[in-house]
């Protein structure tokens, strides 16, 4: 059984809180922000940092203090270059350059050796965080859509995909072997908590990452539709290495195809909390009945 400091507790509000805080007062932070000198809005997210200062593995601790302190200045500093360079938000290098970091940095997860495994989660929460800061607060990208102040049409279009999706994935994750149905279904309590933590810990971190920034730029380069198409595919690609040891294909497939789903939903309004439901449900779902 995993042991929760003092200590622990703060790190993992301390990495969440800037997730609630954009979702909730995303256009107040900016503005509050902008009020700034611009040195010290670009060395702010160093202050991102201070989880794994409280609550990150001991092993070889200089050189991971160095990465969490830093790596969020750097995108800060990145993303003020993007802005100036391209003002008309068409998708600069240094915008892909970041997408590229984060994502690998997850996927591969190359960070997570500097925490105990079952805090691994923090380290995705400080990513995310310096992404937000460094794409809502200093490259200011508009058309990602994050808020979290869910309306009713986020639940009508997320369950509008939802219903869309299912009728081709669960007859073809069948066929493939992929997906068994479960020989008993959980309770009201473990399915309510399944769905809580998909929605904040996979669902919404995904969404902001591949629709309300990469979908997003790449629309801006590539147009509506194939934009929805390779962010799709990208995101199958991504989960090449889930619960498998070799090349999911199976996985990957399913992935990019719901990523189909997560996508309209999302652009359906520029909605994030929209294609997080859709997400959030299918998670949801395959993890408790399939």
Not at 223 to 241: E, P
Request: one cysteine or more; a positive charge; aromatic letters at 14%.
């Amino acid at each position: 059984m995993y042991g929760w400091s003092a200590n622990t507790v703060i790190a993992g509000l301390w990495a969440l809180a800037p997730l609630l805080v954009f979702g909730f007062a995303g256009d107040w932070i900016i503005r509050l922000c902008e009020r700034l000198p611009v040195p010290l809005r670009l060395v702010l997210p160093a202050l991102f940092g201070v989880p794994y200062l409280l609550a990150g593995s001991p092993w070889n601790r200089g050189h991971w203090l160095v990465i969490y302190f830093g790596l969020p200045v750097v995108i800060a500093v990145l993303m003020w270059h993007a802005k100036q360079y391209d003002p008309q938000e068409r998708g600069d290098w240094r915008d892909f350059a970041v997408l590229l970091v984060l994502g690998l940095s997850v996927d591969l997860r190359w960070l997570e050796p500097a925490w105990p495994i079952h805090l691994s989660v923090i380290s995705k929460l400080i990513l995310l965080d310096s992404g937000l800061y460094g794409f809502l607060v200093v490259r200011q990208l508009t058309g990602v859509g994050y808020d979290l102040r869910i309306r009713g049409e986020d639940v009508a279009i997320g369950l509008r995909e939802l219903l869309f999706f299912a009728p081709i994935a669960v007859p073809l994750g069948l066929a493939l072997g992929f997906l068994h149905f479960r020989a008993h279904l959980p309770g009201p309590q473990s399915g309510a908590l399944t769905v809580i933590f998909t929605f904040f810990f996979i669902a919404i971190p995904e969404e902001i990452y591949f629709r309300g920034w990469m979908q997003n730029l790449i629309e801006r380069r590539l147009g509506r539709d194939a934009s929805l198409c390779v962010t799709a595919l990208i995101f199958g690609l991504s989960h090449f290495n889930k619960r498998a040891t070799h090349f999911n294909w199976r996985y990957v497939l399913l992935a990019a195809i719901a990523g189909i789903f997560y996508g309209r939903a999302w652009r359906s309004r520029r909605r994030v909390a929209a294609s997080a439901i859709t997400h959030t449900l299918v998670d949801s779902v395959w993890s408790l009945w399939l």
